[in-house]
Structure formats: C-alpha cells, structure tokens
C-alpha cells in the first residue's frame, strides 16, 4: 500500500498570503489528523478529520482550517500569513481515529517571509 | 488536561549497546494508548511501538521494548543492541479514547549512535 502522501514539500510564502497544504492518506483510512512541527513548540495538534466531518480540533486561531473530502484526502489552509507559521505541516491518516495508530506523511515544510 | 513529558533531551549510545528512553504523562482518563514514534533526520515519523493502557504486558518489537508503569504513570523505551540507522529524534505521545484523532506529544529525544 502506499503510504501518506503530502503536497507540496516545501513551500515558501510572504507574510499576510494564504496556503494551502494537501493531505492523500493510505487507501483505507478514513481518519487525517494535522500536526504543526516547531522548534520552539514541538508537535501540536490542529485538527482531525473523519468521512468529511471536523471531530476535534486543537487550540489555532481560526486562520487554520481544513476540510476533508469523499475520498478521504483532506487540505489545510492558513489565512494570512504569519512569520510564525513557519513549520514542518505534518498529516496522518488512521484507519477510523480515535486511538487507533497514526501513520504520517513527510509532511509539507512551510517558510513565511 | 493530557500532558507528555520527555525529560532527556539529548542521549547517545555506543553502537550494539542498550539505551532507555524516558517519558512520563498525564491523563485522568483510564482509556489511552500510547506510543513511541521515531523521526530520523529530514525523514518521516514513523511507529516504534504502541501499547494500549489496559495491557498489563508490556510491548515489545524485535529490538525495541517498552516499560510501561501505569501508577506511576511512566512509559520508557529500551532500545537494544542499537545500530546507527537508529539515531533520530524519539516521540512519546499519549491518545485518549474520547479524544479522537488527536495525539499528544513530549519534547522529543534527540538519540545519537556513535560507531
């Protein structure tokens, strides 16, 4: 099977634009999760997604949304950029969510100038 | 409120020796699993190994094991006879069963295996 794909790699953005990150998961899974990787804050969760329904969602402001598709892949936008959003963007897909384990993808590597 | 804790934020080892990873947490919930990912330099996160709460027997994968203290509420991870593609960065993470989807994750440990 073929693992968690995540497009683009890198991207690189000015300050006040908006982006959008796209998530494929593993065929099957119906769950994607997204997760900011920072130096400074670690690995935080954004939010989750299951059959095109948000079931939980982390504490972004609401310049982070997402939205999940009848195939399941899933994107993330953020409005107006900030320096701060500079990140690795990962996603991870699950076949139901909940507890079940979390595979992830190379995640997208976001530089706001 | 979930937290993971990771206290050691560097470690190296001897290659073919055995290291242990810490991690503590905390939940009041009595439905969780957790994990341990692994994330070599630029390259993805991937599963170590998972163990599901209500387990008394602790989980093992080839050369990597955990011990999991439910009281105490702490979650190591033994690494044995490590090898070099073993150095990245370590995850312990915490999901709760009415929490769905969403992982919780310590500072990371930062592992070195020197030849």
């Known amino acids: 099977k073929a693992g968690v794909t995540q497009t683009p790699r890198y991207l690189i953005k000015t300050r006040g634009q908006q982006v959008t990150l796209s998530c494929s998961p593993i065929?099957?899974?119906?769950?994607v999760s997204w997760y900011q990787q920072t130096p400074g804050q670690g690995l935080q969760f954004l939010f989750e997604?299951?059959?095109?329904?948000?079931?939980n969602k982390g504490n972004f402001p609401g310049r982070f949304s997402g939205r999940q598709f009848s195939n399941s892949r899933s994107e993330m936008n953020v409005s107006t950029l900030e320096l701060g959003d500079s990140a690795l963007y990962l996603c991870?897909?699950?076949?139901?969510?909940?507890?079940?384990?979390?595979?992830f993808g190379p995640g997208t590597r976001l530089l706001v100038l | 409120a979930q937290t993971v804790t990771q206290s050691q934020p560097e470690m190296s080892v001897q290659e073919a020796e055995t290291v242990t990873l810490s991690c503590t947490y905390d939940?009041?919930?009595?439905?969780?699993?957790l994990f341990w990912y692994k994330q070599p330099p630029s390259r993805q996160m991937i599963l170590v190994i998972r163990?599901?709460?209500?387990?008394?027997q602790n989980a093992t994968e080839n050369r990597f094991s955990v011990n999991f203290q439910k009281a105490a509420k702490s979650f190591s991870l033994k690494i044995s006879d490590s090898q070099l593609g073993d150095t990245a960065m370590y995850f312990c993470?915490?999901?709760?069963?009415?929490?769905?989807?969403?992982?919780?994750f310590g500072q990371g440990t930062e592992l070195s295996v020197k030849p």
């Open positions: 997604y299951f059959s095109e329904t948000q079931r």
């Open positions: 993470a915490l999901a709760v069963y009415n929490q769905g989807g969403k992982l919780i």
């Open positions: 065929s099957g899974h119906r769950s």
């Open positions: 939940t009041s919930e009595s439905n969780y699993y």
């Open positions: 991870a897909s699950s076949l139901g969510g909940g507890v079940e384990t979390q595979y």
């Open positions: 163990q599901e709460a209500y387990k008394q």
